[in-house]
Nanobody, 127 residues
Framework: QVQLVESGGGLVQAGGSLRLSCAAS????????MAWFRQGPGKEREFVAA????????????YYADSVKGRFTISRDNAKNTVYLQMNSLKPDDTAVYFC????????????????WGQGTQVTVSS
């Protein structure tokens, strides 16, 4: 059983930056692809970014939603069992609860199923 705990959310002005962290425990971190999703007020949960599991491929492979490409960067530190989401040039539309997820898929990560989820961290971007 994998446990995921997000942190780093908060209130920021439009144009600002935040870095979210997701600490994993209870499993072999490098065997999981990791993703970030978000759910804004009155909206469905949506995919934000993902990074491929690193137990098979030596290099990382990342996926992004079109709405965040060029602004957000996902990365992982296998030594710290942590995945990050660096968010720059934030917009009010980025306001949402951000969730970390883990799964064993290794391709098409924007549409893959994720077996484990964190509780979420709130990001609010003011205009």
């Amino acid at each position: 059983q994998v446990q995921l705990v997000e942190s780093g959310g908060g209130l920021v002005q439009a144009g600002g930056s935040l870095r979210l962290s997701c600490a994993a425990s209870g499993g072999t971190f490098r065997r999981y692809s990791m993703a970030w999703f978000r759910q804004g007020p009155g909206k469905e949960r949506e995919f934000v970014a993902a990074i491929r599991r690193s137990d098979v491929w030596s290099g990382s492979s990342t996926y992004y939603a079109d709405s965040v490409k060029g602004r957000f960067t996902i990365s992982r530190d296998n030594a710290k069992n942590t995945v990050y989401l660096q968010m720059n040039s934030l917009k009010p539309d980025d306001t949402a609860v951000y969730f970390c997820a883990a799964g064993i898929a290794y391709s098409d990560l924007s549409n893959a199923e994720y077996e484990y989820w964190g509780q979420g961290t709130q990001v609010t971007v003011s205009s």
